[in-house]
Nanobody, 125 residues
Framework: VELVESGGGMVQPGGSLRLSCTAS????????IGWYRQPPGKEREGVSV??????????HYKDSVKGRFTISRDKAKNTVYLQMNNLNADDTAVYYC?????????????????WGQGTQVTVSS
């Protein structure tokens, strides 16, 4: 099983990026997907948790990204996206996607079994 993030880079404040999380060895439709980030010198934090596919359509976003970040998916490509708009310096971090098959572990315990390697997002003028 492998999760691979891509799409990170450097962008100016107010800009946009779309991160991708592509899975091999599992079908993302059957998993709860989490996006996390670790800002420089800080602990990892949750950005968004999305229960998609065969379960209820529930998505939660960290307050600071609500209205700016959106999760979507491409079932055919087995890929989940994180569209990030109106980025600011506080969004600078390494972004990770995570997948967990057990609803309770993911949505309540925030414990994910599979993690990607991360992709760097830098917002700077």
């Amino acid at each position: 099983v492998e999760l691979v993030e891509s799409g990170g880079g450097m962008v100016q404040p107010g800009g946009s990026l779309r991160l991708s999380c592509t899975a091999s060895g599992l079908t993302l439709d059957n998993y709860v997907i989490g996006w996390y980030r670790q800002p420089p010198g800080k602990e990892r934090e949750g950005v968004s948790v999305s229960c998609i596919g065969n379960r209820d359509d529930i998505t939660h976003y960290k307050d600071s990204v609500k209205g700016r970040f959106t999760i979507s998916r491409d079932k055919a490509k087995n890929t989940v996206y994180l569209q990030m708009n109106n980025l600011n310096a506080d969004d600078t971090a390494v972004y990770y996607c995570a997948a967990e098959e057990n609803y309770y572990r993911a949505m309540v315990l925030k414990a994910f079994h599979y993690w990607g390697q991360g992709t760097q997002v830098t917002v700077s003028s």
